[in-house]
T-cell receptor, first 114, second 111 residues
Framework: EAGVTQFPSHSVIEKGQTVTLRCDPI?????LYWYRRVMGKEIKFLLHFVKESKQDESGMPNNRFLAERTGGTYSTLKVQPAELEDSGVYFC????????????FGPGTRLTVL | AQSVTQLGSHVSVSEGALVLLRCNYS??????LFWYVQYPNQGLQLLLK??????LVKGINGFEAEFKKSETSFHLTKPSAHMSDAAEYFC?????????FGQGTELSVKP
C-alpha cells in the first residue's frame, strides 16, 4: 500500500511569489491534516479535512494560505504571496480514523522563501 | 489546552547505552500520547502510542514508553542504543484529532 506522498520535496521561491504544495493521502483515508515546522520550532497543526470539508482550520496563520481538497482525495496548500517567515517544512498526514488515533505522515515539503 | 514539553533538544549516548528521552504533557482529559521518529530525509514514523490501555507501551525497534499519570509523563526508553537510532524524536498528544507536538529531541549515538 502506498504511503502519503507530497510534491514537491523541495521548493525555493522568492518573496511575493506563489507556491502550491500537494499531498496525496493513503487511499481511503477520509482525514487529511497539514502541519508545518518552522526551523528551530515545534511541528504545528495547520488544518484538518474530513473528506472534502474543512473540519478545523484554526492553525492557518493568515489569509495568504489556502487549502483545498478536491473530491476528498488529494489536497493542495497554496501560499500567495509568500513571505520569508513561511519558510519551513510542510507535512501532510492522513488517517482513516478521527479523534485520538495515529496519523500517517508524508515526507514533507521543504519550502524556502528568499 | 493540551501541550507537550520535551526536555532536552539534543541527547547524545554511546552505542549500547540506555536511551531516555523525556516528555511531559498537559491535558485536561485522559490523553492519547504518541512518539514519532524522523530519520534523515524521511517523514515521521510512529514508534508507539498510548490510548489508555496498558501504561507500559511497547513500540517498534525495541523502544517503549511508560505513561505515568501522577507525573504527567510519557518518557521514551530503549535499553541499548544502536547507531541506527540516530534521528529526531517527537512526543505528541492528540487534541480532538489534531496532534500537538513537543519541540523534538535529536538523538546522537556515538560509536
Amino acid at each position: 500500500e502506498a504511503g502519503v506522498t507530497q510534491f514537491p520535496s523541495h521548493s525555493v521561491i522568492e518573496k511575493g511569489q506563489t507556491v502550491t504544495l500537494r499531498c496525496d493521502p493513503i487511499s481511503g483515508h477520509d482525514n487529511l491534516y497539514w502541519y508545518r515546522r518552522v526551523m528551530g520550532k515545534e511541528i504545528k497543526f495547520l488544518l484538518h479535512f474530513v473528506k472534502e470539508s474543512k473540519q478545523d482550520e484554526s492553525g492557518m496563520p493568515n489569509n495568504r494560505f489556502l487549502a483545498e481538497r478536491t473530491g476528498g482525495t488529494y489536497s493542495t496548500l497554496k501560499v500567495q504571496p509568500a513571505e520569508l517567515e513561511d519558510s519551513g517544512v510542510y507535512f501532510c498526514a492522513s488517517s482513516p480514523w478521527t479523534g485520538g488515533n495515529e496519523q500517517f505522515f508524508g515526507p514533507g515539503t521543504r519550502l524556502t522563501v528568499l | 489546552a493540551q501541550s507537550v514539553t520535551q526536555l532536552g533538544s539534543h541527547v547524545s549516548v554511546s552505542e549500547g547505552a540506555l536511551v531516555l528521552l523525556r516528555c511531559n504533557y498537559s491535558s485536561s482529559v485522559p490523553p492519547y500520547l504518541f512518539w514519532y521518529v524522523q530519520y534523515p530525509n524521511q517523514g515521521l514514523q510512529l514508534l508507539l502510542k498510548y490510548t489508555s490501555a496498558a501504561t507500559l507501551v511497547k513500540g517498534i525497534n525495541g523502544f517503549e514508553a511508560e505513561f505515568k499519570k501522577s507525573e504527567t509523563s510519557f518518557h521514551l526508553t530503549k535499553p541499548s542504543a544502536h547507531m541506527s537510532d540516530a534521528a529526531e524524536y517527537f512526543c505528541a498528544v492528540s487534541d480532538g484529532g489534531k496532534l500537538i507536538f513537543g519541540q523534538g529531541t535529536e538523538l546522537s549515538v556515538k560509536p
